[in-house]
């Protein structure tokens, strides 16, 4: 992992150029305008209840809209993001722990291929049975499908993965989301989440030792086996690679395929139809209602884009919520549509394969794989071992409830429940 001082903006060398700050930051062109929007409607209640009428009027007014209350530049437009989203050389994602001033702790060890070969392993040899367990405590009376399917899955299945015991994994899931939820600005839940990566790295630490010691072919033994340049693997490597690999994806993508596809009767009957569909059900979820509506990237260099000087260290706020149902892209965006016909298969640009971005952009699960969608001698992309997980775990779903509707009274929603964090469906009432 690099260094700290790589992604420090805020001190430079003495002999280190000045950047025009106060030009980039002060000036407007004339007769810009921004009226059709304030900047504190994008940290309102609003935004967290329904952010997509917010960006779509960005996306069709400003396309690089310069936040002064955030200090940041959002980019709403299906080319304009990916366009960000693919360019590595002008800039970059910021790892979690940057977030936490972690620069020094732990490494990222998830490009490994043994570590990605042993997660997937576990994921899928899992996560039916999962499903299956939870599914066998549904009785015949309501069920909350978001809280009690959804949520519990992706935590479920990493008790797996680490092969934690019962005792091990309560205390692994509450100390688990509060350092997912401490990557951010906000003092107290950075703070709570520190606790947490230091409770985690206790919890977690005599399991490492023990793998270290006598490996097997989990993913704990796996990261304790990797071979690093200057120094063994220690558990902070695997607390940060845990910390770094996908939640909300799965666990907020779950969610809100079931409540697209109990919303749409029609859309739901096609998959009964033909359960091929729930692959293209769930393509068209990460599109139309995407978990993780943002992404924050920041400029490498001093650059000018979208008739902009963007700084070096300029934060630009990547918009799926925009991208994804952008009109320049996709016919009637607003509606979901499983099996629609303008999904690409890959992006207009050509830098990704089949496991691309066919629906638009899951920010949650970082770029797609530069490999074929089914690799030989390597494993799936993250991109598909969620799916995968996703549709296999809908698809015993089906099965098991083949009547599942919305109870009558229900009204289900999405929302965020705090800002940057993922726009789901929370509370699911269903019956079977």
Known sequence: MQDQEKYDIDEEPASAPGYRTYEVYQRERVGETTNLIKPRELISDQYLQDPYPLVGLLRENYPC????????????????????????????????????????????????VSVQKAFESSVDNHVEAIAGEILFGWDSGHFDLAMEFCAKIPLQLWGAILNLSEEELSQFIPSYLKMQRGVGWDPLRKRNGLDALKNLETLLNPIFSDRKKEPGTDFISAIAQCRLAERETQVSDLVVTILELDHETFHGGLANLWFNLLKHPNELGKIREDERMLKFAWLETLRCTPPVISAKRFSRTEIERFGRLLPKGALMMCSAAGANRDPRQFSTPEEFIVGRKDLCQREPRGQYRADGLPSGIAFGLGQPSIYPAVPKERPRSLYAIVRDSA??????????????????????????????????CWELEVSG
């Open 65 to 112: 809209y310069r936040d002064w209350l955030g200090n940041r530049f959002w980019l709403t437009r299906y080319d304009d993001v990916t366009s960000i989203f693919a360019d590595d050389r002008n800039y970059e994602t910021r790892p979690k722990t940057w977030f936490y001033n972690l620069g020094n702790y732990g490494q990222n060890l998830w490009s490994e």
């Open 391 to 424: 549709v296999a775990a809908s698809s015993l779903l089906l099965h098991e409830k083949p009547n599942i509707k919305l109870v009558d009274e229900s009204n289900p929603r999405l929302r965020s429940l705090l800002l940057n964090e993922m726009h789901t």
